[in-house]
Every structure is written in structure tokens, then in C-alpha cells.
């Protein structure tokens, strides 16, 4: 049987008194590229900052490697290696591209020492960052600043990466970048949890994908067995029969 | 780390050191006890401190204080309530220090609940309001403060205006290096990244309310030590004096005039606004308050950056750097935000720390 890294147990989460989240559970396996679909406001990106420490869910219980996260403040989450890829990059974007590198090991006295060999590691995976270091973030492409945002996130050596819609807004030829990337990740051992809109793409690639819908879980189940599915076509990629 | 490209390098620091070693002879070559001048530059250092204390909390770290002068009031009043219950004496360096720390240690603790729980203008308010607060404890204080009146210090030890002179270039240098230092180290660019994008910061395991607690405190602590100096200076101090907002908003003034989240603004803005504020005062104090406010307005209206942008600008290569001969001067030997690299490569919005 393969290890579950993370393992979300009957969460409920709340925006004040909206609740975005309904009783989900899910896990990610070592090793995996596990993918959350849905639609706009299903919770996507909400079981993303639940996981990270931003929006610590209400119930429930959310387990990292057997010990729970519950009540972890976000710089100890990433301590224990979760990076989190957030929507829009969020990047400084009148920081220069080394500056955003070196926050991405801010986090603890470990990732500052290996920050030389953080950065290296970075350099090798995405030579065009290296070219630029001393620019500013702001002035990347859409996909430079993309993949600044996920080598950011590499800087503190993750054992799970999350990913909020790496695709969003970049060109078509780009985002199939993007996807090579995470694969590329997932190869260097890197566990991914992954949250889209490009649901085609995103499946191919994913060994396990579920499915949201307004803050319930719907639908779970391997990538190919999703695609095949007739329901799941009819709703997330609009194939009619 | 990217580094300051003016006054950086080699060059640079021979310029401060020796700009220091000339302000140190200056007294004894100016009449100390009767050059305005020397008085002129006392106040400027205590400016130059309390402005660059703000710059680090608001233009680093991107907290808006509106409450430096609990601080500043705070440090005085330890000051003079030690020396007066005889437990410190005249210009006692553990009593400027107590003052500081204490200062800070008040930073900290307002700062759990303020910078924890309100953001941007809230936080602003919440600093005001705080040091208003403060303000009326001191007053309604009885016996323990002095009341409205304040404490009363035995001004027959005065001992001239040579050591306020040396005391308060010695704050000024130890707050610019001091400041210096931590805005290269990680806290640095951890406040400006916090500064930048609270979220993203959190996101990357900065500790926000550490952070920001770190960068009140310790401009706290600063503002303290001025406190502390202006006590032993006034040998009088009242709740109106010291816990006046004018010391809440000289240094905002100074900072944003010189170039705030920049290093060298605060100086530039501090001189510059002493500098005016003196000169008013003596040629035409009954237009002092226009003439000022005359100044304050244009330089806002021309130099958006600050003053400081007049040698490197906040939009693009400073202005002097354009012309050949001064490049060398701004350091771009340094991993250089002021490469030539980036500017040509349509950096609009490039900062400098």
C-alpha cells in the first residue's frame, strides 16, 4: 500500500459564517501529483489555504506525515515542508527575481543554509530565472513569473508542493509548460497537490483527482477513469451525448 | 542581496566616515556653547533618528504609525522620573538606554494586539489613538507624573551644548547603522516583503506579527533614546510637550519628503525640513508655519519619490546618474537594482532599499 503524506479528514471550513467547505475528506499519496477540480467558488483554493494555515478549518482534522496540522501557525506549516504556489502568483513584484528566490527560504534556519544549494537546484530546473536575477519580478512574462513562483516555493525543499491554478492567464503554448514542469516536479520526487481549471490537462497528467463541487465532494477516482466517466464529462468538460 | 546603490562601496562608507569625522570637529571648531548652528545640528540628528525610526516600521515594513510620539514621551518620562526619584543622574547612559528599552518593550506590547488584529489605516488609528490614551494617563497621573505641569529637573546641571551635541550625533550614527544593518539582513527583506504582500509573505513562512513587532520595536526603542535626550535637554517635561503629535508626525513629514522605504530619505527629508523649519523661524517667524507648509506642498507635488529621488530615482535611473561622470558615485558595482540591465529591460516600478 503507498504512504499518505496528507490525509484531510471531514473538514468543515468557514468564511466568517459562510461555510465554503462541507465534511471533504481527501488524501495525497508520497510521491503522487493529486489533482482538486471544480468549478469557480467549489472550495479549491479554500482546501489550499485550509491546508496551509491561512483558514484553519472548523471541524475536522488534517494530518501531514501522521501529525496533525490543525492548529499550526503558516510559517510552521511550511517548516514542515509544505509550500504553497498561491492563485495569481502573488509574487514581490518590485522585488528583484533573487529577492523573491531568497523569501522562498525564509522560512527556517535549515532552509537558509542549504539556500545556496536551493538556488542552484532552482537554476538547473529554470536556467531562465538565472538570467535575471536582478530584475524585478514585475517585469517577467506571465509564465517567468509563474515558474518564479513555484521555484520561490521550491526554495524552503518542500516534500509537498501546492499549486493554486498554475495555468491561469498564461498562453496556450506556456501552459503546456506548466505541465511538463509538475510532471518534471513529481520526478524529482516532489509530492504535488494540484488545484485547476483546465480540467483535460490536469487529469492526463494527475494520478488521482477529486472532484468539487460547491464546497462537497462529488466525484473521486484515477485520472483515465474520470475522463472515461460519463457524468463527469457531461458536467466538467461539457461533452453531450 | 541587492544592495543600497548610493552611497555604497568602498567610496561610500569613506564618504560617511569621513562626513562623520567632520561633524565630530565641528563643535571644536565652531563655538559650541554659542554657534546656532551646532544647536542647529543637535536637532537635526534627534530628527534624522525619530524620522528614520518611522521609515523602518512604515516604509520597510509597511506599518502606518501614527503614534511615535508614546515613544518619544514614554523615553522622556522614564528619563526624568528615574533622575527625579534619584535613581539615575544627568545624561546617564543606563537611563537613556532604560528609556529606550522601555519605550520598546511598550511597542511590544501595544503592538501584540495593534498589529496583530488591524491592518493599514486601522492599525494607523489604533497607534494614534494609543498614544492619546497615553497622553491623558500622563496628565491625570498626579503625584506619580508630575500631572499637566510634568516633572521639573534640576536645570543648574546643565553642562553645555557640546555633549548634547556628541550624544546626539552618537544616536543618529548608532539608529543609521544600526538600521543599516538589519534592512541587508533577512529581517529586512522579510519586512519588505510583508510590506509588499502580507499573504505572500505568510505564505513563504515569514512570522508576520514577529516581523512587524520587531520593526515597531526597535524604531520604538530609537524614538525612545531621543525621548530620553530631549528630557535631559528641556529640564521640564509635560505631557503637552512630549506627548504632543507634532513627535507622531515631524518624522511621517520628514520621511515621505525625503523618500520613505528609501535609506538615505529620512536624512535628506530631516535636514532639509529642520533646515527650512530654523530658517523660516529666524529670517520671518511670523510666516514660519506658510513658508514650511509653502515647501512641504512643492516638494510633494515635484518630487512624488521624495527628495531622494533627485540622486536616484524611484522610476528609473536617478537623475545625476544619467550623467556620466557621478555614476561611480551610486555603487552600481553592487549585484545593482541600478544595472543598466534593468532599466533597459523597462523596470518601472524598481525599489531601492
Known sequence: MEKKLLSVENVNVFYGDAQAIWDVSFHVNQGAIVALIGANGAGKSTALNMISGFNPPATGRILYEGKSLNNLPPEEIVNRGISHVPEGRRLFKRLTVLENLELGAFNSTDSRKRMKQSLEEVFRLFPKLEDRINQPAGTLSGGEQQILAIGRAMMSQPKLLMLDEPSLGLAPQIVELMFDIITQLREKGITILLVEQNVYQTLRISDYAYVLQTGHLKMEGRGEELLADPDFQKTFLGMVY | ?353
Open chain 2, 1 to 353: 542581496m541587492s544592495k543600497q546603490p548610493f552611497l555604497s562601496g568602498k567610496k561610500g562608507v569613506l564618504g560617511v566616515i569621513l562626513l562623520i569625522i567632520f561633524l565630530s570637529a565641528l563643535p571644536i571648531v565652531l563655538e559650541a556653547e554659542e554657534s546656532y548652528f551646532i544647536y542647529f545640528l543637535y536637532i537635526s540628528f534627534i530628527y534624522i533618528t525619530v524620522a528614520q525610526g518611522w521609515n523602518l516600521v512604515a516604509g520597510y515594513a509597511g506599518q502606518v504609525s501614527l503614534g511615535q510620539h508614546a515613544f518619544f514621551g514614554i523615553g522622556a518620562y522614564v528619563t526624568a522620573m528615574s533622575w527625579d526619584a534619584g535613581l539615575t543622574g544627568y545624561l546617564d547612559p543606563v537611563a537613556m538606554f532604560s528609556s529606550g528599552a522601555i519605550a520598546a518593550l511598550l511597542a511590544v506590547i501595544i503592538g501584540l494586539p495593534l498589529l496583530g488584529k488591524l491592518r493599514d489605516d486601522y492599525f494607523a488609528l489604533g497607534t494614534l489613538g494609543f498614544a492619546e490614551i497615553l497622553r491623558v494617563v500622563f496628565i491625570q497621573g498626579k503625584d506619580i507624573t508630575g500631572g499637566p505641569i510634568g516633572i521639573m529637573l534640576p536645570s543648574g546641571r546643565y553642562a553645555g551644548m557640546t555633549p548634547y551635541y556628541y550624544i546626539s550625533l552618537g544616536i543618529a550614527v548608532l539608529t543609521l547603522v544600526c538600521i543599516w544593518f538589519l534592512i541587508r539582513s533577512r529581517f529586512g527583506l522579510g519586512f519588505v516583503a510583508i510590506r509588499e504582500d502580507e499573504q505572500a509573505a505568510e505564505a513563504n513562512g515569514i512570522p508576520l506579527l514577529r516581523s512587524k513587532i520587531l520593526a515597531f520595536s526597535i524604531g520604538a526603542f530609537f524614538t525612545g533614546l531621543c525621548g530620553s535626550l530631549t528630557a535631559y535637554y528641556s529640564f521640564h517635561i509635560h505631557p503637552g510637550g512630549v506627548f504632543t503629535l507634532t513627535w507622531g508626525l515631524l518624522p511621517l513629514l520628514m520621511t515621505i519628503l525625503g523618500g520613505i522605504g528609501t535609506f538615505w530619505g529620512p536624512v535628506i527629508g530631516a535636514v532639509l525640513l529642520a533646515g527650512v523649519f530654523e530658517l523660516a523661524n529666524m529670517w520671518m517667524p511670523e510666516l514660519h508655519t506658510l513658508i514650511s507648509g509653502l515647501f512641504i506642498v512643492l516638494v510633494t507635488m515635484f518630487m512624488p519619490n521624495g527628495v531622494v529621488s533627485l540622486v536616484k530615482g524611484g522610476d528609473g535611473p536617478p537623475f545625476l546618474y544619467r550623467i556620466g561622470p557621478f555614476r561611480s558615485l551610486f555603487g552600481q558595482s553592487n549585484t545593482g537594482r541600478v544595472s543598466d540591465g534593468a532599466y533597459e529591460n523597462g523596470a518601472e516600478n524598481t525599489i531601492q532599499r
